[in-house]
Protein backbone atom coordinates (compact mmCIF):
# COMPACT_ATOMS: atom_id res chain seq x y z
CA UNK A 1 0.00 0.00 0.00
CA UNK A 2 1.61 3.18 -0.58
CA UNK A 3 1.24 6.35 1.15
CA UNK A 4 -1.37 8.74 0.74
CA UNK A 5 -0.67 11.62 -1.42
CA UNK A 6 -0.05 15.01 0.15
CA UNK A 7 -2.26 17.55 -0.40
CA UNK A 8 -0.11 19.80 -1.75
CA UNK A 9 2.96 17.86 -2.57
CA UNK A 10 6.39 18.76 -1.36
CA UNK A 11 4.61 21.88 0.08
CA UNK A 12 4.59 22.01 4.20
CA UNK A 13 0.80 23.22 5.39
CA UNK A 14 0.73 25.54 8.82
CA UNK A 15 -2.75 25.45 10.66
CA UNK A 16 -2.05 29.27 11.46
CA UNK A 17 -4.72 32.52 10.98
CA UNK A 18 -2.14 35.17 9.75
CA UNK A 19 -5.69 37.75 10.15
CA UNK A 20 -6.42 36.20 14.12
CA UNK A 21 -5.80 38.52 16.67
CA UNK A 22 -3.95 36.55 18.08
CA UNK A 23 -1.14 36.70 15.08
CA UNK A 24 -2.29 40.32 14.42
CA UNK A 25 -0.98 41.15 18.48
CA UNK A 26 2.13 39.56 18.11
CA UNK A 27 3.06 37.78 14.81
CA UNK A 28 6.78 37.43 15.04
CA UNK A 29 6.59 33.92 16.76
CA UNK A 30 4.30 32.80 13.71
CA UNK A 31 6.84 34.97 11.29
CA UNK A 32 9.48 33.03 12.79
CA UNK A 33 7.09 29.70 12.03
CA UNK A 34 6.73 30.04 9.06
CA UNK A 35 9.76 31.04 7.54
CA UNK A 36 11.19 27.13 9.28
CA UNK A 37 8.13 25.72 7.60
CA UNK A 38 9.88 26.14 3.93
CA UNK A 39 10.25 28.54 1.82
CA UNK A 40 7.01 27.97 1.01
CA UNK A 41 3.71 27.31 3.16
CA UNK A 42 0.04 26.40 2.02
CA UNK A 43 -2.23 28.10 4.53
CA UNK A 44 -4.94 25.82 5.23
CA UNK A 45 -7.21 27.54 6.87
CA UNK A 46 -7.55 29.98 3.61
CA UNK A 47 -6.34 27.22 1.07
CA UNK A 48 -3.63 30.21 -0.12
CA UNK A 49 0.23 29.68 -0.19
CA UNK A 50 2.48 31.64 2.06
CA UNK A 51 6.16 33.23 1.86
CA UNK A 52 7.91 34.55 4.88
CA UNK A 53 11.42 34.51 3.62
CA UNK A 54 13.35 37.07 2.56
CA UNK A 55 14.35 35.74 -1.09
CA UNK A 56 10.93 34.55 -2.08
CA UNK A 57 9.44 37.15 -1.15
CA UNK A 58 11.51 39.81 -3.00
CA UNK A 59 11.63 37.67 -5.80
CA UNK A 60 8.13 37.23 -5.82
CA UNK A 61 7.57 41.16 -5.90
CA UNK A 62 10.02 40.79 -8.83
CA UNK A 63 7.93 39.11 -11.09
CA UNK A 64 5.01 40.96 -11.88
CA UNK A 65 4.03 38.29 -15.06
CA UNK A 66 3.89 34.95 -12.65
CA UNK A 67 2.83 36.90 -9.15
CA UNK A 68 0.01 39.49 -10.67
CA UNK A 69 -1.85 42.35 -9.20
CA UNK A 70 -4.85 42.73 -11.03
CA UNK A 71 -6.65 39.92 -9.16
CA UNK A 72 -6.81 42.14 -6.09
CA UNK A 73 -3.73 42.18 -3.59
CA UNK A 74 -5.57 41.33 -0.60
CA UNK A 75 -7.51 37.51 -0.40
CA UNK A 76 -10.80 38.38 -2.44
CA UNK A 77 -9.98 37.19 -5.94
CA UNK A 78 -10.80 40.07 -8.58
CA UNK A 79 -11.57 37.54 -11.11
CA UNK A 80 -14.13 35.84 -8.48
CA UNK A 81 -15.48 38.26 -6.62
CA UNK A 82 -16.58 41.69 -7.52
CA UNK A 83 -14.44 43.99 -4.62
CA UNK A 84 -15.84 46.42 -2.87
CA UNK A 85 -14.73 49.64 -4.90
CA UNK A 86 -13.38 49.83 -8.76
CA UNK A 87 -9.97 48.41 -8.35
CA UNK A 88 -7.20 50.88 -7.54
CA UNK A 89 -5.80 51.66 -11.66
CA UNK A 90 -1.98 51.32 -10.35
CA UNK A 91 -1.67 48.65 -6.96
CA UNK A 92 -4.58 46.72 -8.72
CA UNK A 93 -3.41 46.85 -12.30
CA UNK A 94 -0.58 44.85 -14.57
CA UNK A 95 1.44 46.50 -17.43
CA UNK A 96 0.16 47.97 -19.65
CA UNK A 97 -2.16 49.94 -17.92
CA UNK A 98 0.18 50.07 -14.45
CA UNK A 99 2.86 51.26 -16.65
CA UNK A 100 0.79 54.31 -17.57
CA UNK A 101 -0.77 55.16 -14.10
CA UNK A 102 2.40 54.71 -12.71
CA UNK A 103 4.20 56.80 -15.01
CA UNK A 104 1.79 59.77 -14.09
CA UNK A 105 1.96 59.17 -10.01
CA UNK A 106 6.29 58.55 -10.68
CA UNK A 107 6.48 62.40 -11.77
CA UNK A 108 3.65 64.10 -10.11
CA UNK A 109 5.95 62.01 -7.19
CA UNK A 110 9.40 63.52 -8.45
CA UNK A 111 12.36 63.99 -6.39
CA UNK A 112 11.34 67.90 -7.77
CA UNK A 113 7.99 67.20 -6.36
CA UNK A 114 9.48 66.21 -3.09
CA UNK A 115 12.43 68.73 -2.66
CA UNK A 116 9.18 71.64 -2.73
CA UNK A 117 7.57 69.83 -0.25
CA UNK A 118 10.26 69.74 2.48
CA UNK A 119 10.04 73.16 4.21
CA UNK A 120 6.54 73.08 4.57
CA UNK A 121 6.50 69.59 6.12
CA UNK A 122 9.42 71.05 8.13
CA UNK A 123 7.76 73.85 9.47
CA UNK A 124 4.94 71.92 10.27
CA UNK A 125 7.02 69.64 12.24
CA UNK A 126 8.88 71.79 14.09
CA UNK A 127 5.59 73.52 15.20
CA UNK A 128 3.71 70.18 16.60
CA UNK A 129 6.56 69.15 18.37
CA UNK A 130 7.29 72.32 20.15
CA UNK A 131 4.07 72.43 21.39
CA UNK A 132 4.15 68.65 22.62
CA UNK A 133 7.42 69.28 24.39
CA UNK A 134 5.83 72.25 25.88
CA UNK A 135 3.04 70.00 27.04
CA UNK A 136 6.01 66.95 28.43
CA UNK A 137 3.31 65.03 27.92
CA UNK A 138 1.38 63.42 24.96
CA UNK A 139 -0.40 60.38 23.36
CA UNK A 140 1.88 59.54 20.50
CA UNK A 141 -0.73 57.80 18.16
CA UNK A 142 -3.89 60.67 18.52
CA UNK A 143 -1.85 64.02 19.80
CA UNK A 144 1.26 63.42 17.03
CA UNK A 145 1.41 59.93 14.36
CA UNK A 146 -2.29 60.62 12.99
CA UNK A 147 -2.30 64.83 13.08
CA UNK A 148 1.10 65.03 10.86
CA UNK A 149 0.67 63.19 8.10
CA UNK A 150 -3.15 64.54 7.35
CA UNK A 151 -2.06 67.95 7.80
CA UNK A 152 1.25 68.00 5.88
CA UNK A 153 0.29 65.36 3.07
CA UNK A 154 -3.13 66.78 3.07
CA UNK A 155 -2.19 69.94 2.73
CA UNK A 156 0.47 68.84 -0.52
CA UNK A 157 -1.91 66.79 -2.03
CA UNK A 158 -4.67 70.26 -1.79
CA UNK A 159 -7.27 68.99 0.07
CA UNK A 160 -9.68 70.93 2.26
CA UNK A 161 -9.16 70.76 5.78
CA UNK A 162 -13.09 70.19 6.70
CA UNK A 163 -13.01 66.54 6.12
CA UNK A 164 -9.79 64.84 6.91
CA UNK A 165 -11.18 63.02 9.73
CA UNK A 166 -12.19 60.54 7.01
CA UNK A 167 -8.60 59.39 5.80
CA UNK A 168 -7.82 57.37 8.45
CA UNK A 169 -11.34 55.56 8.75
CA UNK A 170 -10.80 55.13 4.85
CA UNK A 171 -7.37 53.56 5.13
CA UNK A 172 -9.01 51.69 8.13
CA UNK A 173 -11.90 50.09 5.57
CA UNK A 174 -9.10 49.94 2.71
CA UNK A 175 -6.21 47.75 4.88
CA UNK A 176 -8.62 45.88 6.57
CA UNK A 177 -10.17 44.82 2.98
CA UNK A 178 -7.26 42.94 2.04
CA UNK A 179 -8.09 40.42 4.59
CA UNK A 180 -10.80 38.09 5.34
CA UNK A 181 -14.42 38.96 6.35
CA UNK A 182 -13.84 38.99 9.70
CA UNK A 183 -14.69 40.72 12.64
CA UNK A 184 -11.71 43.57 12.13
CA UNK A 185 -13.15 44.21 8.63
CA UNK A 186 -16.82 43.97 9.51
CA UNK A 187 -16.17 46.74 12.06
CA UNK A 188 -13.68 48.85 10.13
CA UNK A 189 -16.96 48.92 7.49
CA UNK A 190 -19.87 49.28 9.87
CA UNK A 191 -20.02 53.13 9.07
CA UNK A 192 -18.82 53.15 5.66
CA UNK A 193 -21.08 54.97 3.43
CA UNK A 194 -20.32 58.86 4.39
CA UNK A 195 -16.50 58.39 4.93
CA UNK A 196 -17.04 56.57 1.32
CA UNK A 197 -19.06 59.59 -0.01
CA UNK A 198 -16.07 61.87 1.32
CA UNK A 199 -13.41 60.06 -0.62
CA UNK A 200 -15.29 59.91 -3.58
CA UNK A 201 -15.88 63.74 -3.49
CA UNK A 202 -12.56 64.86 -3.06
CA UNK A 203 -11.33 62.75 -6.21
CA UNK A 204 -12.15 65.32 -8.66
CA UNK A 205 -10.93 68.40 -10.21
CA UNK A 206 -12.79 71.20 -8.71
CA UNK A 207 -12.52 69.36 -5.17
CA UNK A 208 -8.67 70.07 -4.69
CA UNK A 209 -5.95 72.85 -4.91
CA UNK A 210 -5.05 73.98 -8.01
CA UNK A 211 -1.32 74.01 -7.26
CA UNK A 212 -1.32 70.56 -5.14
CA UNK A 213 -0.43 67.19 -6.34
CA UNK A 214 -3.98 65.87 -6.56
CA UNK A 215 -4.09 69.16 -9.41
CA UNK A 216 -1.09 67.71 -11.05
CA UNK A 217 -2.65 64.39 -11.26
CA UNK A 218 -5.44 65.85 -13.46
CA UNK A 219 -2.82 67.69 -15.60
CA UNK A 220 -2.51 64.43 -17.08
CA UNK A 221 -5.85 64.33 -18.02
CA UNK A 222 -5.45 67.51 -19.99
CA UNK A 223 -2.62 66.26 -21.63
CA UNK A 224 -4.70 63.02 -22.97
CA UNK A 225 -2.45 60.48 -20.70
CA UNK A 226 -5.49 59.94 -18.72
CA UNK A 227 -9.03 60.01 -18.82
CA UNK A 228 -10.85 62.51 -15.99
CA UNK A 229 -12.09 59.49 -14.59
CA UNK A 230 -8.91 57.42 -14.55
CA UNK A 231 -7.16 60.64 -12.77
CA UNK A 232 -9.84 61.09 -9.91
CA UNK A 233 -9.38 57.01 -8.98
CA UNK A 234 -5.54 57.84 -9.19
CA UNK A 235 -6.17 61.06 -6.60
CA UNK A 236 -8.33 58.04 -4.95
CA UNK A 237 -4.73 55.87 -4.65
CA UNK A 238 -2.74 59.27 -2.71
CA UNK A 239 -5.53 59.21 -0.37
CA UNK A 240 -6.16 55.11 0.36
CA UNK A 241 -2.29 54.89 0.34
CA UNK A 242 -0.81 58.02 1.43
CA UNK A 243 -2.25 58.52 5.07
CA UNK A 244 -2.79 55.71 7.25
CA UNK A 245 0.39 54.53 6.35
CA UNK A 246 2.79 56.90 7.81
CA UNK A 247 0.40 57.42 10.42
CA UNK A 248 1.60 53.33 11.50
CA UNK A 249 4.92 54.10 10.42
CA UNK A 250 5.31 57.17 12.58
CA UNK A 251 3.47 55.88 15.81
CA UNK A 252 5.83 52.43 15.12
CA UNK A 253 8.63 54.91 15.69
CA UNK A 254 7.40 56.56 18.63
CA UNK A 255 7.05 53.37 20.02
CA UNK A 256 10.38 51.51 19.13
CA UNK A 257 11.89 54.80 20.31
CA UNK A 258 9.78 54.54 23.96
CA UNK A 259 10.92 50.71 24.16
CA UNK A 260 14.84 51.36 23.14
CA UNK A 261 16.21 54.47 25.48
CA UNK A 262 19.78 53.25 24.05
CA UNK A 263 18.71 53.80 20.30
CA UNK A 264 16.92 57.04 21.57
CA UNK A 265 20.30 58.17 22.96
CA UNK A 266 22.09 57.46 19.49
CA UNK A 267 19.44 59.41 17.70
CA UNK A 268 19.97 62.42 20.04
CA UNK A 269 23.64 62.53 20.02
CA UNK A 270 23.26 63.08 16.12
CA UNK A 271 20.58 63.90 14.64
CA UNK A 272 21.42 62.87 11.06
CA UNK A 273 21.17 59.51 11.88
CA UNK A 274 17.21 60.56 11.47
CA UNK A 275 16.72 58.68 7.77
CA UNK A 276 18.37 55.84 8.60
CA UNK A 277 16.32 55.38 12.11
CA UNK A 278 13.11 55.66 10.21
CA UNK A 279 14.19 53.41 7.49
CA UNK A 280 15.26 50.54 10.17
CA UNK A 281 11.41 51.47 12.13
CA UNK A 282 10.30 50.33 8.84
CA UNK A 283 11.98 47.09 8.77
CA UNK A 284 11.73 46.10 12.72
CA UNK A 285 8.17 47.31 12.73
CA UNK A 286 6.56 47.45 9.19
CA UNK A 287 3.35 49.31 9.03
CA UNK A 288 2.64 47.29 5.83
CA UNK A 289 2.78 43.61 6.91
CA UNK A 290 1.38 41.88 4.06
CA UNK A 291 0.61 41.82 0.05
CA UNK A 292 -1.06 39.24 -1.87
CA UNK A 293 -0.48 38.43 -5.11
CA UNK A 294 -2.10 35.73 -7.51
CA UNK A 295 -0.56 33.29 -9.53
CA UNK A 296 -1.40 33.99 -13.74
CA UNK A 297 0.26 30.15 -14.06
CA UNK A 298 1.67 27.15 -12.36
CA UNK A 299 5.02 28.05 -10.86
CA UNK A 300 7.62 26.39 -8.48
CA UNK A 301 9.54 28.43 -6.02
CA UNK A 302 12.88 26.88 -4.40
CA UNK A 303 11.12 24.02 -4.93
CA UNK A 304 7.49 23.65 -3.95
CA UNK A 305 5.28 24.03 -7.41
CA UNK A 306 2.16 26.66 -7.20
CA UNK A 307 -0.70 26.16 -8.88
CA UNK A 308 -2.16 28.70 -11.52
CA UNK A 309 -4.51 31.03 -9.92
CA UNK A 310 -3.35 30.86 -6.48
CA UNK A 311 -3.38 33.54 -3.80
CA UNK A 312 -0.16 34.44 -2.42
CA UNK A 313 0.65 35.68 0.86
CA UNK A 314 4.42 37.64 1.16
CA UNK A 315 4.56 38.48 4.66
CA UNK A 316 7.06 41.72 4.18
CA UNK A 317 7.48 42.09 7.85
CA UNK A 318 8.72 38.55 8.40
CA UNK A 319 11.12 39.07 5.14
CA UNK A 320 12.08 42.17 7.22
CA UNK A 321 13.28 39.71 10.10
CA UNK A 322 14.62 36.85 8.13
CA UNK A 323 18.09 35.62 9.75
CA UNK A 324 19.12 34.31 6.23
CA UNK A 325 18.75 38.40 5.07
CA UNK A 326 20.09 40.35 8.49
CA UNK A 327 22.03 39.78 11.39
CA UNK A 328 20.66 39.68 14.55
CA UNK A 329 17.27 40.62 12.98
CA UNK A 330 15.21 41.35 16.23
CA UNK A 331 17.46 43.56 17.28
CA UNK A 332 16.03 47.58 16.44
CA UNK A 333 19.44 49.57 15.73
CA UNK A 334 19.18 52.61 13.80
CA UNK A 335 23.23 52.25 12.86
CA UNK A 336 22.36 48.87 10.76
CA UNK A 337 22.84 49.22 6.84
CA UNK A 338 18.40 49.02 5.87
CA UNK A 339 19.01 48.55 2.35
CA UNK A 340 16.64 45.57 1.31
CA UNK A 341 13.78 46.55 3.67
CA UNK A 342 10.94 45.08 2.10
CA UNK A 343 7.99 47.56 4.15
CA UNK A 344 7.90 49.86 1.13
CA UNK A 345 8.06 46.31 -1.17
CA UNK A 346 10.13 45.96 -4.24
CA UNK A 347 9.64 45.85 -8.13
CA UNK A 348 7.03 48.25 -10.11
CA UNK A 349 4.83 48.62 -7.74
CA UNK A 350 7.45 49.34 -4.35
CA UNK A 351 5.57 52.19 -3.05
CA UNK A 352 6.03 55.12 -5.27
CA UNK A 353 5.14 57.71 -2.55
CA UNK A 354 8.04 56.41 -0.39
CA UNK A 355 10.33 59.33 -0.48
CA UNK A 356 7.10 61.40 1.14
CA UNK A 357 7.27 58.85 3.67
CA UNK A 358 10.74 59.03 4.27
CA UNK A 359 10.62 62.59 4.10
CA UNK A 360 7.53 62.88 6.99
CA UNK A 361 10.01 60.06 9.05
CA UNK A 362 13.19 61.84 8.91
CA UNK A 363 11.94 65.59 9.71
CA UNK A 364 9.65 64.02 13.13
CA UNK A 365 12.99 62.15 14.16
CA UNK A 366 14.87 64.80 13.69
CA UNK A 367 12.87 67.53 15.07
CA UNK A 368 12.23 65.17 18.22
CA UNK A 369 15.89 64.33 18.50
CA UNK A 370 16.85 68.02 18.72
CA UNK A 371 14.33 68.90 21.31
CA UNK A 372 13.51 65.84 23.54
CA UNK A 373 16.80 64.66 25.30
CA UNK A 374 14.20 61.26 27.26
CA UNK A 375 11.43 59.71 25.79
CA UNK A 376 9.52 57.22 27.75
CA UNK A 377 6.23 55.51 27.84
CA UNK A 378 4.02 56.94 30.51
CA UNK A 379 0.74 54.36 30.93
CA UNK A 380 -0.19 51.20 28.82
CA UNK A 381 -0.17 50.90 25.01
CA UNK A 382 -2.91 49.86 22.63
CA UNK A 383 -2.73 48.05 19.94
CA UNK A 384 -4.49 48.31 17.03
CA UNK A 385 -5.22 45.44 14.87
CA UNK A 386 -6.05 45.70 11.16
CA UNK A 387 -5.58 42.69 9.17
CA UNK A 388 -2.55 44.35 6.96
CA UNK A 389 -1.48 47.49 9.02
CA UNK A 390 0.71 47.25 12.25
CA UNK A 391 0.34 50.16 14.49
CA UNK A 392 -1.16 50.99 17.61
CA UNK A 393 -4.32 52.91 19.01
CA UNK A 394 -2.47 54.87 21.97
CA UNK A 395 0.99 54.71 23.45
CA UNK A 396 0.87 57.95 26.33
CA UNK A 397 4.52 59.22 26.81
CA UNK A 398 6.93 61.56 28.76
CA UNK A 399 8.81 63.67 27.48
CA UNK A 400 11.73 65.39 28.88
CA UNK A 401 12.99 68.42 26.87
CA UNK A 402 16.85 69.10 26.04
C1 LIG B 1 -4.32 52.36 -4.10
C2 LIG B 1 -3.38 51.85 -3.04
C3 LIG B 1 -2.02 51.81 -3.28
C4 LIG B 1 -1.16 51.30 -2.33
C5 LIG B 1 -1.65 50.82 -1.15
C6 LIG B 1 -2.99 50.88 -0.93
C7 LIG B 1 -4.77 50.43 0.52
C8 LIG B 1 -3.87 51.38 -1.88
O1 LIG B 1 -3.87 52.54 -5.23
O2 LIG B 1 -5.49 52.59 -3.80
O3 LIG B 1 -3.44 50.39 0.23
Not at 5 to 11: D, K, R, S, T, Y
Not at 15 to 41: I, K, M, N, T
Not at 224 to 243: C, H, N
Not at 333 to 352: A, L, P
Amino acid sequence: MSAPALPHPGCPTSAVDPFSRAFLLDPYPFHQELREAGPVVHIDAYGLWAMARHAEVAASLNDWQTFCSSAGVGLSDFRKETPWRPPSLVLEADPPLHTRTRTVLARVLSPNAIRELRAGFEREAECLVDRLVAAGQFDGIKDLAEVYPPKVFGDAVGLPAEGRENLLPYGGMAFNAFGPRNELFETAFANAAPVIGWITAMCRRDAVAADGLGARIFQAADSGELSEEEAGLLLRSFLTAGVDTTVNALGNALFCFAEHPDQWALLQANPALARNAFEEVLRFEAAVQTFFRTTTRQVEVSGTTIPEGAKVLLFLGAANRDPRAWQRPDNFDINRRVVGQMGFGTGIHGCVGQMVARLEGEIILASLARKVRRIERNGPLQRRLNNTLRGLDALPLRVTPV
